[in-house]
Nanobody, 122 residues
Framework: QVQLVESGGGLVQAGGSLRLSCAAS???????MGWFRRAPGKEREFVAAINKSGTTYYTDSVKGRFTISRDNAKNTVYLQMNSLSPEDTAVYSC?????????????????WGQGTQVTVSS
């Protein structure tokens, strides 16, 4: 399993943007990668995923605002977040999947980062 370290979180005003990064300790080119978030008092929520091929998936609430991408040469996955709202406030974590194609099962993810806090003020 690879180790994952997120960065790029912070405090931003509503309508602003942030770019999260997830750096892996090893090669992730053959893995689907994903981003999740957990807001205070809520369960962890799927945000986005990207296959080895580059196919992407998003939860409805972030479609058109967030973009997931990957740079396999750098073993890094990104989450560009635009038009942020207070409802996006959460700890964002990245995860590495067990295979190259995203499967909508929590057990598909076998490596998790510690997370980075994103706070959006109104």
């Amino acid at each position: 399993q690879v180790q994952l370290v997120e960065s790029g979180g912070g405090l931003v005003q509503a309508g602003g943007s942030l770019r999260l990064s997830c750096a892996a300790s090893g090669r992730i080119s053959n893995n689907a990668m994903g981003w999740f978030r957990r807001a205070p008092g809520k369960e962890r929520e799927f945000v986005a995923a990207i296959n080895k091929s580059g196919t992407t998936y998003y939860t409805d609430s972030v479609k058109g605002r967030f973009t997931i991408s990957r740079d396999n040469a750098k073993n890094t996955v990104y989450l560009q977040m635009n038009s942020l709202s207070p409802e996006d406030t959460a700890v964002y974590s990245c995860a590495a999947g067990r295979g190259p194609v995203y499967i909508n099962l929590l057990g598909f993810w076998n490596s998790w980062g510690q997370g980075t806090q994103v706070t959006v003020s109104s």
